[in-house]
């Protein structure tokens, strides 16, 4: 067997956490000690929370009570001393946003932390409004708020995706107006808290589960009406993000016409109620046969009068003379081409005259220029042997041989003497 620890003796205790040891530990009340005079260091210091339990105790005078993180899952329990709730109008109740003016205290017997405060004020409906004001500034700077980044919904989705509270009458309105209008729509549902400390954390996740879902075409985020405190997280700065970073097409549907949190302006489509976007996300089946019944009318009346208007002008075309008879046509251009053959003859003719007589005209000049007509009248043409045409007495010498053209046949002579 081990020898069991010795446990050191008072004096030995070690002043430091980094000086001790397995053979030197702290023993609890040390470090519990330690850890109450690091607290009670602290300063009082303002907390802003929502109120989540409080359970008023008649007669007490001190009361106890839990505020929770609006927008992360932390919480601290809180001791008040009953005087200082007297100050207030009424008693915190649980969904109350408030601030309060505490300082941390642990507890060495039960090791436990708790504030201990001093002064509780209730944050006003006038200042959430005004920080939803300023959040709702920083969000439109950033785009979120832009009409380029909504998407089309669809026209008609296979599955809705829809996230509202549990048996809620908003989850009434939208799954019974959306069958009515179109009976084969699908749903997928998700029932989570749409008020209170956990809805903003359930929403998101809500959404994120219905977005990462191949089969869900839109979602639909739905409540019913309800105060500005009810309505808070819809203007969460966590959920619009959550929203905005979303790929399936969004519809907001909180509360009545009148209510505008900032999913409102974050969704692709805002719908003033659940019911309106039933109305929205399918169409009404009946008014889409009625549509049908409609364009197909509007077709059968267009062809209807295509076909009457082409049967009018065929009629007209037909009721032509030179339909009615159609030789007519073939006469008049028969009448035609004899005419032009007629003319086209009288115009030769003509031609033919006046060239004959041109050549008549030409060809009795050319007899008269010819040497023909002038042998005829008595001349004659005297050559040299050569075929050169004497001209001069001296164009020949005496004794040279000439030859002798007449009008009639020729002569071959001999020249015996020249004279000039």
């Known amino acids: 067997m ?7 003796l008072p004096a030995e205790i070690p002043l430091k956490a980094l000086d001790t040891t397995p053979s030197t530990p702290w023993p609890v009340r040390v470090l519990s000690e330690k850890i109450k005079g690091y607290i009670d260091k602290m300063p009082p210091v303002w907390v802003e929370g929502q109120v989540v339990q409080f359970n008023q105790r008649p007669g007490s005078g001190m009361q106890w009570l839990t505020l929770r993180d609006t927008e992360a899952d932390a919480s601290l329990p809180v001791t008040i001393f009953s005087r200082v709730l007297l100050t207030l109008p009424q008693p915190p109740a649980e969904g109350d946003h408030v601030v309060v003016h505490a300082k941390p205290v ?4 039960r090791g436990t932390l708790q504030m201990q405060a001093n002064e509780i004020k209730a944050v006003g409906v006038g200042e959430l409004l005004a920080r939803i004001e300023s959040l709702k500034k920083v969000l439109a700077a950033e785009g979120l708020f832009d009409l380029s980044r909504k998407r089309k919904l669809p026209f008609l989705p296979a599955v809705v995706g829809l996230v509202c509270g549990r048996e809620s009458k908003a989850e009434h309105d939208v799954v019974v107006n959306a069958r009515a209008r179109w009976p084969q729509v699908r749903f997928e549902i998700r029932e989570v808290a749409v008020q209170g400390v956990n809805a903003v954390r359930e929403v998101s996740n809500a959404i994120a589960e219905l977005d990462q879902d191949p089969r869900v075409d839109v979602i639909v985020v739905a409540r019913g009406g309800g105060s500005v405190e009810d309505l808070l997280p819809f203007s969460n700065e966590s959920l619009v993000r959550a929203v905005a970073q979303a790929r399936t097409p969004l519809v907001s549907a909180i509360g009545h016409e009148t209510d505008a949190p900032l999913l ?9 109620t ?3 976007a039933a109305k929205r996300i399918v169409p009404d089946v009946s008014e889409e046969r009625l549509r049908l019944t409609q364009a197909r009318s509007r077709m059968r009346g267009a062809v209807t009068a ?5 049967q009018h002008g065929l009629d007209g075309v037909r009721s032509r003379p030179v339909l009615a008879v159609p030789h007519t046509m073939l006469e008049a251009r028969e009448r035609d081409i004899v005419q032009s053959l007629r003319h086209s003859r009288h115009a030769l003719n003509t031609l ?3 060239a004959s007589g041109e050549i008549g005209r030409l060809g009795a000049q050319v007899r008269a220029l010819s ?10 043409v005297v050559q040299r042997a050569d075929g050169h045409v004497v ?6 010498e005496v004794g040279a041989g000439i030859h002798i053209r007449l009008a009639e046949g020729a002569l071959d002579a001999e020249v015996t003497a020249t004279a000039s």
């Open 306 to 310: 295509m076909i009457d208007r082409e």
């Open 2 to 8: 081990t020898e069991p620890t010795q446990r050191p």
């Open 106 to 109: 642990f507890w060495t017997k």
């Open 391 to 396: 001209r001069r007495p001296d164009d020949v």
């Open 264 to 272: 409102d302006l974050v969704a692709d489509y805002r719908a003033s």
């Open 371 to 380: 040497p023909a007509s002038t042998l005829e009248r008595g001349y004659a």
């Open 352 to 354: 033919l005259l006046r």
């Open 274 to 276: 659940p019911t309106d």
